[in-house]
């Protein structure tokens, strides 16, 4: 496969990138909870495991790039913790390297074992593998009931029709109130 890269080369373009240490850290993280999926999946050692799809620059690129996200939000805009809903996993059929594949694929079930999700809101793949490491690995909590105080939101669209509900991802920088006077500032994210 043209793009298929070993754990061990991915590490090494992050090393030798030009990201801080926090970023590299953090996407190096990101990178271990999809390898380590991937080898449970396939029977291997996590040292052996290759990326097809996810080895595609364009993903180490998407990877990288929400590392850089989370370090300005810790750095610049004082987040102190990451809280996310839910994860809607969708349903259907998801064509991959490996070919026709029921959602969710083996590695979005592996990567995601603990934390709650539903599924069939969509009949397509509303998680993959590179969603669902980067929730695994940067999230404090998972919880769908929080109380807080909404600061900022952004939104981003995604490119399927979801018939009956918008395909969004909502992130929230909020502020929770913790104690009565210990105050949080939490980044939170929602599918839907």
Do not use: W
Not at 20 to 44: L, M, N, P, Y
Not at 65 to 85: D, H, K, P, T
Not at 155 to 171: E, H, P, Q, S, T
């Amino acid at each position: 496969h043209p793009h298929a890269r070993s754990y061990a080369n991915i590490r090494q373009i992050l090393e030798s990138s030009n990201l801080s240490g926090r970023c590299k850290q953090r996407a190096g993280a990101i990178f271990r909870t999809i390898a380590q999926a991937e080898a449970k999946v396939h029977g291997t050692d996590v040292e052996r495991v290759h990326f097809h799809e996810l080895g595609a620059i364009d993903s180490i690129a998407d990877v990288a790039g929400a590392a850089i996200c989370f370090e300005y939000l810790f750095e610049n805009l004082g987040v102190s913790r990451v809280l996310s809903s839910k994860i809607e996993l969708g349903g259907g059929v998801a064509i991959c390297d490996h070919g026709a594949l029921s959602v969710p694929a083996p590695a979005v079930c592996e990567i995601l074992k603990g934390v709650p999700v539903s599924l069939g809101r969509a009949n397509f793949e509303m998680t993959t593998p590179t969603g669902a490491a980067i929730l695994k690995a940067c999230a404090d909590e998972f919880a769908d009931e929080a109380s807080f105080k909404i600061e900022k939101i952004g939104y981003g669209a995604g490119g399927k029709d979801a018939a009956g509900f918008a395909n969004v991802l909502r992130v929230m920088l909020c502020e929770a109130d913790l104690s009565g006077e210990e105050r949080e500032r939490n980044l939170g994210t929602h599918l839907g």
